[in-house]
């Protein structure tokens, strides 16, 4: 029974790790993830000891100030901001580096690769092969420089965001800013949601590698896979009605509450101060350097 249960949810006579396992891992994974962001939020950092109604005031100029920049000094000036951020918040260099700039090159490199080439300007190098040409312009490289480093910054800034910030106080300082109520909740709702649904797959996963002692054909596979995906429909479709209905018999009224309250000090405006004369500089930059 071991060696049958090896072949089908065990490593493959090539030493690769089967579907089921990979999906467990991934979904493990990911709920470990957002386990360590929430013990970030809350321990004893420059930005979790910030209001959090600053900290989203501050995270939004320093987008936009990434998104109207167009100089490269600009933009290392407000990433090098963002890391020293993070270093005084206890963030671990690596990891907030990693999670960021894994996938921004490329995802943004797909949307602007083509730009390289359709850029008018001076040719880098022109490669003849047979009609066409291959001749990307330094104008569209240095565009694309641009427009991937804009898109690390911001990405930089709302994960440090996150990462210092606990959930709760992330939505009551939208509200804070005259979010719309409905657009709070729905976020609300499913952030919840998801983490309670890769709990639920993630037994369902565990049940089936548990029960099964032999080899299953990819057709079977496949039939369990859309049933799997029918009853956790289902069950989401149900779980939010139970759900709502408890939370309307417990009182909720539509509002996000919490414990924290909000109180703004010193330390907080002269942070939002440093922020806005950064992003400023930041801006400015554009007209005077490269």
Known sequence: MTTATQRVSGPNRDGRIGWLEQTVGGITENIEHAIF??????????????DPRIKMIAALTAILA????????????????????????????????????LGIPFFAGLVVVPAIFFVPGPRVFDLGIGPAHLAPSWNGLQGA???????????????????????????????????????????????????LFLHTANGILLARKSRVVGRTSGSEQRRWITGTMGNLMGR????????????LARGFGGEVRTFTTYSLRA????????????AFVAVLSGRWLP
């Open 37 to 50: 962001t929430e013990q970030h939020a809350r321990s004893d950092g420059w930005l979790q000891r910030r």
């Open 66 to 101: 990434a998104s109207l920049t167009a100089s490269i000094v600009g933009l290392a000036l407000l990433y090098g901001a963002t890391v020293a951020a993070a270093r005084a918040s206890r963030i671990p260099f690596g990891f907030f580096v990693r999670r960021v700039w």
């Open 145 to 195: 420089v641009i427009f991937v480093s804009r898109v690390g910054v911001s990405v930089s800034l709302a994960v440090l965001l996150v990462l210092t910030t606990p959930w709760a106080d992330v939505l009551k300082s939208l509200r804070a800013l005259k979010v719309p109520q409905v657009f709070v909740l729905v976020l609300s709702m499913a952030y919840r949601y998801i983490f």
């Open 236 to 247: 989401a479709f149900k779980m939010s009605n139970d759900v709502y209905a408890a939370m």
């Open 267 to 278: 330390a907080d405006l002269a942070a939002m101060a440093g922020v806005a004369g950064i």
